[in-house]
């Protein structure tokens, strides 16, 4: 139980990177942004193919972000300069990405152009060059025995990974919190919020749209190029419902700690990211349910959590309507008791 | 030298279907610097439209605009809004809801200066920020962190003109930014526009329908009818003219007595 939760939260935290870029498209741009799916699988692509041919594994990461990076912006044009609709712009480049991951991933062979996918075993990526590192410094036997001592019988292995997604998490939060307190930061969120206007104070949204989007899917494919070296495999397939995931984390992060700053919303959407990864752990470790559910648990939650917000407000005015009915009810007999 | 110059405007919707309608026929008008022209016209007779070929929102079938002595016709609206100011009839239209007080500022701050990097809100620049707030007498320089989704539209208008202004734009577009406002709150917004145009000495174009307003603010008026300035009160006579002066002019113009109802009330 406690490797299932810890092993979903270690996950949980650099799928978090992923949902604060599906936060900039959606809520900061109010972009509906599908590229999602294709970008997370360029990013792991292009990190797994460059570590493959001998790269260092961090350069092999920053190359895999500038690719999310130009896959976004490319969905900007297609909707700023080809006048095409944000989720259709997000669907062509989410196909056009899907050939050319294959062809990302076919660099590492010489015999054939196309791959699906690249194993990552016996190679140096940033997990597993940080914990060498980490091995050293003895923390893991420390927490071992510390937790042995409470009782647990299970522990995990180690604890760099999770270390090393804190630290990215950390620095990612903190550059997107200041980032969209910048004058083009504000200009971004201005165009999400009131175009019209924006344009009025000679900001050109569409360079700004396509900023955002790029930005986004940076740090989409970061998160995928994360994934691919801390589960030692990247699969042309892993980013099937990628967006649902990532929509179902900022809402489950904004329902709990709410949108009342950036800094405090951006905080609610890692943690969604964290909640959503541990519930569907939980909910597979139960046993009646099997992996190939993922994607529609994933659906069905997003579903209530778009349903439910306006349940709520429904039942509310309902509320509201009915004891001003009452109010003025009451007044009436009164003015009818004071006549008589 | 005039600052800002339309020659022979002319703009149709849908050309050549059977909704074509022509919006502005053949427009000339020239506004030396620090003039304020009001605007007056019946609904459909092109105000807005105008409006909107000057920020740029729209471009002309035919015709040339320029700024200053410079052409700039064919000049994007963004480009263009660094040395214009609007403000919107719809007091949601100007300002960014989900944003705070201060931060829909530090937008309109960065009007005619290359955005970059640095922080939207400074100390420095909140502090500046608060000064100006503090002429609306709204209070609103004490909530500077406050959503401006949750001001009333008086507020979010006054806010509105004060961004627009804020940079001294060359030239400010007002199209009936009073009209949304009850009574009291665009009785507020129109001493407000006085006192801003006024201090910085703008060059402004107001659209209303409240003929008092018209001939109270400004220093000319201009009456638009079917897409053509029917009639311009230059400077010396504007002082002297009244809402039956103006009813005359139109009747001896069109033959046909104004539909003067929304007008009058505005
Ligand atoms: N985008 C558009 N497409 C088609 N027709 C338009 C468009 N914009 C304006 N028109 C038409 O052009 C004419 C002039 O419209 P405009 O909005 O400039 O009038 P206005 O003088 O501002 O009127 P109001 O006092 O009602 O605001 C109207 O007949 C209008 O229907
Ligand atoms: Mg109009």
Redesign the pocket.
């Known amino acids: 139980m406690f490797v299932t939760i810890f092993g979903s939260v270690e996950q949980g935290i650099i799928y978090a990177i992923m949902a604060l870029g599906v936060y900039l498209t959606f809520r900061v741009l109010d972009f509906p942004d599908l590229t999602v799916d294709g970008s997370f699988v360029t990013g792991a692509a292009t990190a797994a193919m460059m570590i493959v041919l001998g790269y260092n594994p961090v350069i092999a990461t920053l190359v895999a972000i500038l690719a999310g990076f130009v896959a976004g912006c490319i969905t900007g044009l297609l909707h700023t300069k080809g006048n095409i609709n944000p989720l259709l712009s997000g669907i062509l480049m989410m196909i056009a990405l899907y050939s050319i991951n294959l062809r990302i991933m076919g660099f590492t062979l010489e015999n054939s152009v196309g791959r699906p996918n690249i194993p990552l075993l016996n190679v140096d990526t940033i997990f597993s060059t940080v914990a060498a590192w980490w091995g050293n410094l003895g923390i893991d036997a420390a927490i071992t025995s510390a937790l042995m001592g409470l009782g647990f019988e299970k522990v995990p292995k180690t604890w760099s990974a999770l270390f090393v997604g804190l630290v990215i998490i950390i620095i990612i939060k903190l550059f997107v919190d200041w980032f969209l307190k910048t004058e083009v930061g504000l200009a971004i969120r201005a165009t999400g919020d009131n175009q019209r206007m924006i344009r009025s104070f000679s900001a050109n949204t569409d360079r700004l749209i396509i900023l955002g989007l790029g930005l986004s899917n940076g740090l989409v494919a970061l998160a995928g190029a994360l994934i691919a070296q801390v589960n030692k495999a990247a699969d042309v397939t892993m980013g099937v419902g990628m967006i649902v995931t990532g929509l179902a984390s900022v809402i489950i992060g904004e329902a709990i700690l709410g949108t009342k700053t950036i800094m405090r919303t951006t905080l609610a959407v890692i943690i969604g990211a964290v909640i959503y990864r541990v519930v569907l752990a939980l909910a597979l470790k139960s046993g009646f349910l099997d992996s190939g559910d993922m994607k529609l648990i994933t659906a069905v939650i997003v579903i209530i959590a778009l349903i439910l917000p306006q349940m709520i407000d429904k039942y509310k005015e309902r509320k509201r309507k009915a004891k001003r009915l009452a109010e003025m009810r009451t007044k009436v007999e009164q003015g009818g008791n004071e006549l008589a | 030298m005039s600052l800002l110059k339309l020659q022979q405007i002319q703009k149709t919707?849908?050309e050549g279907t059977p909704?074509e309608?022509v919006?502005?026929g053949n427009i000339n008008l020239h506004l030396k610097p620090g003039d304020f022209v009001t605007i007056i016209?019946?609904?459909?007779?092109?105000?807005?439209?105008?409006?909107?070929m000057i920020s740029g929102a729209?471009t002309p079938d035919y015709g040339r605009i320029s700024i200053d002595g410079k052409d700039v016709t064919a000049l994007p609206e963004f480009k263009r809004s660094q040395y214009i100011g609007r403000v919107f009839?719809d007091p949601m239209a100007g300002t960014a809801p989900s944003m705070t007080i201060e931060e829909n500022i530090a937008l309109a701050y960065s009007r005619n200066k290359p955005r970059g990097l640095r922080m939207g809100v400074t100390k420095k620049r909140r502090d500046i920020f608060r000064t100006a707030l503090e002429r609306l007498h709204l209070n609103l320089e004490n909530r500077l962190g406050a959503k401006v989704g949750l001001l009333s539209g008086g507020e979010r208008q006054a806010l509105s003109l004060l961004m627009a202004t804020f940079t001294q734009p060359s030239i400010l577009l007002l199209?009936?930014h009073t009209a949304a406002l009850d009574p009291s709150r665009a009785t507020l917004i129109t001493q407000l526009t006085k006192e801003l145009v006024a201090q910085d000495q703008l060059t402004t174009l107001m659209?209303t329908?409240n003929m008092q307003q018209a001939l109270d603010l400004g220093n000319r008026l201009i009456m638009?009818d079917k897409?053509q300035i029917i009639l311009e009160v230059e400077e010396q006579r504007k002082p002297h003219l009244t809402i039956p002066d103006l009813m005359a002019e139109f009747e001896a113009i069109r033959g046909e007595k104004m539909n003067s109802d929304r007008a009058l009330l505005g």
């Not at chain 2, 019946?42 to 105008?50: F, H, I, L, R, V």
């Open positions: 919707f849908n909704d309608k919006a502005l016209g019946s609904n459909g007779a092109g105000k807005s439209t105008m409006m909107n729209l009839q199209d009936e659209v329908h638009m897409g």
